[in-house]
């Protein structure tokens, strides 16, 4: 069931965002030199790895590791970059990660393929079973300000929760907490 209202809801959220992605797209070529979507090696259920379009908004050369981890995380980014992401307009693209069975709505966010301590604590709590998500009850609780073990914490509690009302509020809660930019460091 759940599959199948990922499958719906990103094809209709694909027809409804196709104009803003073009528009998107367009303004990351104009305004920085290299491709327009990123490609990322994230990990995904079993503790696969899958690669995850965004919206480029770091220069290209940038350190394939997590924004905190840079030293100046504000040297890298593109002219539109700060925008894309305290908008999550760079996560646009990750709807096919969605249609192509990859990620779903609702999960634990994908680690990066070297956050070696959160793929450890996820895998020894069994959340490595789960299909990643767009956004997830971390993200609704914190987001880049959370701290790794909480994180993993929070992906547990939703291993355990998890249900499809769950699912839509964790949905309706990250409208909120993306129209306000809130939790987004950088």
Known sequence: MKRLLDL????VAGIVLAVPA????LLVRLTSFGPVLYWSDRVGAFNT???????????TGTPAVATHLLTN?????????GMLRRTSLDEIPQLWSIIVGDMSFVGPRPAL??????IAGRTTRGIHVLT???TGWAQINGR??????????????????????LDLQILWRTFFKVAQGDGVTH
């Open 73 to 81: 995380p504000e040297a890298h980014l593109t002219p539109i970059g």
């Open 49 to 59: 790895i899958f690669r995850m379009p965004k919206f480029r908004t770091m220069r």
């Open 22 to 25: 073009a528009c998107i797209a």
């Open 132 to 134: 990643p998500g767009l």
């Open 144 to 165: 880049d300000e959370l701290a790794i073990p909480e994180k993993v914490r929070l992906d547990e509690e939703y291993l355990h929760r998890q249900s499809l009302v």
């Open 113 to 118: 393929f070297n956050q070696d301590d959160l």
């Open 8 to 11: 719906l809801l990103a094809l």
